[in-house]
């Protein structure tokens, strides 16, 4: 018999997982489109024009296709999850109308202007306009953040009644929607976003100067503008994921002891860096026994009490069940998530000091395994992000609201098995086809690439 709970929870994974590649890039891409309209109306000359030209056309495709995919999965709270849109959508539904008041206004108004502009405006409103076209990229992220930010650590309501329904009612919008956990969870989101981005334009611009011999200054500026947003942000992502980590780990153990696969409660708990299960049983129920594991000693226990490598952490087994709800998170699901994530970042910080260090070298372009290193990692930013959103919400399960509502509880109550079959073979199909449509358009973009110029000059 097919289950609407299962389905409704794949088909929300699913357009949420091809829905974050758009405002990922978009918003990595903001502070680029940014300093290159301050270098261009500073009069620095080329390359730094046909840089925001050329980059602008990949912001404004990825914004449409973003704006399309982001509009279904507010319209699937109604179809899919009209219970859990009942029960708070009182608290949820405000950042997310706000979202798209402020945020989405910004962004396509002045989008616009920075497209089509360029000849019409005076350069001080072009550069506003850049600069509030990325204010509202981010601004999108500050409210869904907000949202999704309370979904994991509800603050600020009290429980009411309406029309014989139980429904959260805010009290404290600022405790509601200022929690601790928005600000851990925007700051690791922003920059990984920016990081996603500069290895795609890093990949982007080594592949074009190992093809082609046109408009090499301006895919090296490029190339070298990525690798500085690579170095400032690949080390920050590891100091503030160990902050984070250990928040995670005061407000919702059951997802730090999924992410170590902690099942007994233990001291001097290590955290395995490079782990391979040594049979089917570890891969799809990873713990110590089953795993060839190279670990840091005591790591997972000086992550989560922020220093001390001798810590206690709960296991799974010896948690008692929160509210009489019984379930734990997918532990295989999380912990190999979480070891891809980090994975990723640990390749992130080797590969921009790998390429830092030859650029000083003066052999940047030189390194053919370098080239084919950053070539090869223009999507591994994406998937990192991927990656770190299974950890965040499958980690939370079986809670839509922690603590305050289940999943299978917010699932509509009147949706059938075979309804919601139907619609995610729909939102499977419709959504990998947008997603393939993007990548034929970058490609072609990319291929193009920008126009040439007469006014090649030095710009560093």
Excluded: C
């Excluded at 978009?26 to 980059?55: D, N, Q």
């Excluded at 109604?78 to 206004?105: C, D, Q, R």
């Excluded at 992502?237 to 984070?244: C, F, R």
């Excluded at 795993?291 to 220093?307: D, T």
């Amino acid at each position: 018999m097919l289950d609407p709970v299962i389905l409704s929870r794949l088909q929300f994974a699913w357009t949420t997982a091809i829905h974050i590649i758009f405002p990922a890039i978009s918003m990595g891409l903001a502070p680029f489109l940014v300093y290159f309209t301050w270098k261009e109306i500073r009069g620095a000359g080329e390359p730094w024009v046909s840089l925001r030209r050329f980059w602008v056309k990949i912001f404004a495709l990825t914004f449409v296709i973003g704006t399309v995919t982001g509009i279904v999965l507010e319209f699937e709270f109604g179809t899919n999850f009209a219970a859990y849109a009942s029960a708070v959508g009182g608290i949820f539904g405000g950042p997310l109308a706000t979202e798209g008041l402020m945020a989405f206004m910004l962004e396509s108004t002045f989008l616009g202007i920075l497209l089509f502009g360029r000849e019409r405006v005076s350069d001080r409103l072009y550069f506003l306009s850049a600069f509030l076209v990325a204010l509202g990229s981010w601004l999108s992220a500050v409210w869904i953040l907000i949202a999704n930010s309370w979904m994991h650590l509800p603050r600020g309501y009290e429980m009411g009644t309406r029309a014989g329904q139980e429904v959260a009612v805010i009290v404290d919008p600022i405790a509601a929607y200022l929690n601790p956990r928005f600000f851990f969870m925007f700051t690791h989101m922003q920059a990984s976003a920016v990081l996603a981005a500069a290895l795609f334009m890093a990949g982007i611009a080594m592949y074009k100067l190992t093809t082609t011999e046109t408009r090499r200054q301006f895919w090296k500026t490029s190339l070298k503008l990525a690798i500085v947003a690579m170095l400032l942000t690949a080390p920050f992502m590891a100091i503030q994921g160990d902050s984070y980590g250990r928040h995670v780990y005061e407000t919702q153990p059951q997802k730090f002891a999924a992410m170590e696969a902690v099942y007994e409660t233990d001291s001097n708990v290590p955290e395995y860096l490079f782990a391979i299960p040594t049979s089917l049983e570890g891969f799809t129920d990873p713990s110590a026994r089953d795993l060839f594991a190279i670990g840091i000693p005591g790591g997972a226990s000086f992550l989560a009490s922020g220093g001390d490598p001798g810590a206690t952490i709960q296991g799974l087994d010896d948690m008692e069940s929160l509210q009489g709800v019984e379930g734990e998170p997918p532990v295989a699901i999380v912990f190999w998530s979480f070891r891809a994530m980090v994975g990723l970042g640990m390749w992130f910080i080797l590969l921009s000091l790998w390429a830092g260090f030859r650029w000083y070298q003066g052999r940047l372009l030189k390194d053919k395994y370098l080239s084919g290193a950053l070539m090869l990692s223009i999507p591994l930013g994406l998937l990192a992000i991927e990656f770190g959103w299974m950890v965040t919400e499958v980690g939370r399960q079986p809670w839509a609201i922690q603590e305050v509502l289940t999943v299978a509880e917010g699932v509509s109550q009147n949706l059938t098995g075979g309804e919601a079959l139907l619609t995610l073979l729909g939102f499977v199909g419709a959504y990998t086809a947008l997603l393939a449509i993007w990548a034929y358009l970058v490609r072609r973009l990319v291929i193009r690439g920008p126009k040439e110029s007469t006014e090649e000059v030095v710009a560093e």
